[in-house]
């Protein structure tokens, strides 16, 4: 898909360049919610089920990974402005299978494979948790900045609060 979007003059049907109409879309807040549901649930059913030890902190990483999923699947859909637009069942069905693949993975490893860890608050642990914090709160100002253009209803503008001067997507640069 990179390649193809890279050296064609294809256009991804994403965001405002989404031109398919409701036959083969599903309402923005509702395509949102279905995508990210599977990792929300996922990982923490597997990580809780499995046989591995459940120590602190396995509930540290699955309390982290429920609270993105939660504001990714449950939280931000419903808070968005879109109100008409679309999403096209393709990227609604790519992302949900992305993320039951991704949310599997982490959790059958949680739950099946990694040896216990304590808490025992390693620079490691507390340096993946700061990081986790810093890229979770860039994402929400992101998204919080992106939904407040919206409702001002003056059609597409150019974010220019936050890190939006900086950088083009800090919503994305926040989930990385």
């Given at each position: 898909?990179?390649?193809?979007?890279?050296?064609?003059?294809l256009i991804a049907p994403y965001g405002r360049h989404n031109q398919i109409k409701s036959k083969s879309s599903i309402a923005n807040h509702w395509g949102w919610f279905w995508m990210e549901l599977p990792a929300f649930l996922l990982c923490p059913i597997l990580a809780i089920t499995g046989p591995t030890e459940k120590t602190p902190f396995l509930y540290l990483l699955i309390a982290v990974w429920a609270l993105h999923y939660f504001n990714r699947s449950i939280l931000f859909p419903f808070r968005l402005k879109t109100q008409g637009k679309q999403m096209p069942l393709l990227i609604l069905i790519s992302a949900l299978l992305f993320n039951a693949t991704n949310g599997f993975f982490n959790g059958f490893y949680l739950g099946f494979v990694e040896e216990s860890q304590s808490l025992d608050f390693r620079l490691n642990q507390m340096l993946g948790l700061l990081l986790f914090l810093g890229g979770f709160s860039i994402n929400l100002q992101a998204d919080q900045i992106l939904i407040k253009l919206r409702e001002k209803g003056q059609g597409y503008q150019i974010p220019q609060k936050g890190l939006y001067p900086l950088i083009s997507c800090p919503n994305y640069l926040g989930e990385i």
């Amino acid at each position: 898909v990179l390649l193809i979007l890279l050296f064609s003059k294809l256009i991804a049907p994403y965001g405002r360049h989404n031109q398919i109409k409701s036959k083969s879309s599903i309402a923005n807040h509702w395509g949102w919610f279905w995508m990210e549901l599977p990792a929300f649930l996922l990982c923490p059913i597997l990580a809780i089920t499995g046989p591995t030890e459940k120590t602190p902190f396995l509930y540290l990483l699955i309390a982290v990974w429920a609270l993105h999923y939660f504001n990714r699947s449950i939280l931000f859909p419903f808070r968005l402005k879109t109100q008409g637009k679309q999403m096209p069942l393709l990227i609604l069905i790519s992302a949900l299978l992305f993320n039951a693949t991704n949310g599997f993975f982490n959790g059958f490893y949680l739950g099946f494979v990694e040896e216990s860890q304590s808490l025992d608050f390693r620079l490691n642990q507390m340096l993946g948790l700061l990081l986790f914090l810093g890229g979770f709160s860039i994402n929400l100002q992101a998204d919080q900045i992106l939904i407040k253009l919206r409702e001002k209803g003056q059609g597409y503008q150019i974010p220019q609060k936050g890190l939006y001067p900086l950088i083009s997507c800090p919503n994305y640069l926040g989930e990385i």
